[in-house]
């Protein structure tokens, strides 16, 4: 079955941290460009990071940078986003993405991406 699986969410303080991952099954996903996306409530799904297979781009939200991280195994046919120095307004529903033109793609307005997961809660409050 070809999915992609996300797991890491939960609820954290402001200031904590947390790491999602996103695990591909029925395919290898280091033949696509995978990102991280999220959606609050009553706002439209933003990219938060993403980056090409082929190496050197990666992007980042600006309202991330610094503070998250992304990465993959290709080993665990994994991609992880760690999330620190988490801001309330980071609460949203996380979701990961794969396509072989998602960074060409989401730059020039596309959201019909190939694969999603769906989704993982993250909540940053007190």
């Known amino acids: 079955q070809v999915q992609l699986v996300e797991s890491g969410g939960g609820l954290v303080q402001p200031g904590g941290s947390l790491r999602l991952s996103c695990t591909a099954s029925?395919?290898?996903?280091?033949?696509?460009?995978v990102g991280w996306f999220r959606q609050a409530p009553g706002k439209e799904r933003e990219a938060v990071s993403y980056?090409?297979?082929?190496?050197?781009?990666?992007y980042y939200a600006d309202s991330v940078k610094g503070r998250f991280t992304i990465s993959r195994d290709n080993a665990k046919n994994t991609v992880y986003l760690q999330m620190t120095s988490l801001k309330t307004e980071d609460t949203a529903v996380y979701y990961c993405?794969?396509?072989?033109?998602?960074?060409?793609?989401?730059?020039?307005?596309?959201?019909?991406?190939?694969?999603w997961g769906q989704g993982t809660q993250v909540t940053v409050s007190l």
């Open positions: 980056f090409s297979r082929f190496g050197g781009s990666t």
């Open positions: 029925g395919f290898t996903l280091d033949r696509y460009d």
């Open positions: 993405a794969a396509d072989s033109l998602l960074y060409l793609k989401w730059t020039r307005g596309n959201r019909a991406l190939e694969r």
